[in-house]
């Protein structure tokens, strides 16, 4: 896929789940649980010990659109499109990463918080931008960021909850990041909980989509 093509598959599901763990093997059955959920675009983050090989094995699941997250480095992110990832994040911008991305015609999306950051991110070809930390800002950041650059889509990633997802989306959010309240269920073992909680994610996307 294309990172144009990547990038319309994610804001059509309106929302990534963002995953960590300790082991990636424990993380295969809350990656199994979200999907059943509903919830298939999928952010492994580098925190994860071995994330390339899980990102590896996502790959080949046609079902699921999978990307590297807390990317800090060119080397990096490099590893994990080689691995198969569709789409690369990061906390903040890093030009090296862009660069790789471009080179491979692979999305990025780097945090941002600030104009000045927003900017820097656009200029190297980044058109989706995730607004991270999202609990330092309300939903009508969204609105104020898009008069200047009107041009640019928000993945607010960092506070997203079941009682404000609704209100990023219908503030003009192209789609949103979601981790630890998504898969506090798998802590305790509980992965009908990680199923029911991704899928009231989706229904509640879907209906602000919808308003």
Same mark, same amino acid.
């Given at each position: 896929?294309?990172?144009?093509?990547?990038?319309?598959?994610?804001?059509?599901?309106?929302?990534?789940?963002?995953?960590?763990?300790?082991?990636?093997?424990?993380?295969?059955?809350?990656?199994?649980?979200?999907?059943?959920?509903?919830?298939?675009?999928?952010?492994?983050?580098?925190?994860?010990?071995?994330?390339?090989?899980?990102?590896?094995?996502?790959?080949?699941?046609?079902?699921?659109?999978?990307?590297?997250?807390?990317?800090?480095?060119?080397?990096?992110?490099?590893?994990?499109?080689?691995?198969?990832?569709?789409?690369?994040?990061?906390?903040?911008?890093?030009?090296?990463?862009?660069?790789?991305?471009?080179?491979?015609?692979?999305?990025? !999306?780097? #945090? +941002?918080? /600030?104009?000045?950051?927003? $900017?820097?991110?656009?200029?190297?070809?980044?058109?989706?931008?995730?607004? =991270?930390?999202?609990?330092?800002?309300?939903?009508?950041?969204?609105?104020?960021?898009?008069?200047?650059?009107?041009?640019?889509?928000?993945?607010?990633?960092?506070?997203?909850?079941?009682?404000?997802?609704?209100?990023?989306?219908?503030?003009?959010?192209?789609?949103?990041? !979601?981790? #630890? +309240?998504? /898969?506090?269920?798998?802590? $305790?073992?509980?992965?009908?909980?990680?199923?029911?909680?991704?899928?009231? =994610?989706?229904?509640?996307?879907?209906?602000?989509?919808?308003?």
């Amino acid at each position: 896929m294309k990172k144009y093509e990547v990038m319309k598959s994610l804001v059509d599901l309106g929302i990534v789940a963002v995953i960590r763990g300790k082991s990636a093997d424990v993380l295969k059955q809350t990656i199994s649980a979200i999907k059943a959920g509903g919830i298939n675009a999928i952010e492994i983050t580098t925190t994860v010990p071995n994330a390339d090989l899980l990102i590896g094995e996502l790959a080949n699941d046609e079902d699921v659109i999978v990307g590297a997250g807390t990317v800090l480095d060119a080397i990096t992110a490099r590893i994990c499109i080689m691995r198969g990832a569709k789409f690369i994040v990061s906390p903040s911008f890093s030009a090296e990463v862009a660069k790789v991305c471009n080179l491979y015609d692979v999305l990025y !999306v780097p #945090g +941002v918080a /600030t104009p000045q950051e927003i $900017t820097l991110a656009m200029q190297a070809g980044c058109s989706l931008l995730k607004l =991270f930390p999202s609990s330092a800002f309300s939903p009508s950041i969204i609105k104020d960021l898009q008069g200047p650059f009107p041009q640019a889509s928000f993945m607010p990633t960092g506070g997203i909850s079941l009682e404000n997802v609704g209100e990023w989306i219908k503030a003009g959010a192209s789609l949103v990041g !979601v981790g #630890g +309240v998504l /898969t506090k269920g798998a802590k $305790t073992g509980d992965y009908k909980n990680v199923e029911d909680v991704a899928r009231q =994610f989706v229904e509640k996307v879907r209906a602000s989509l919808r308003a």
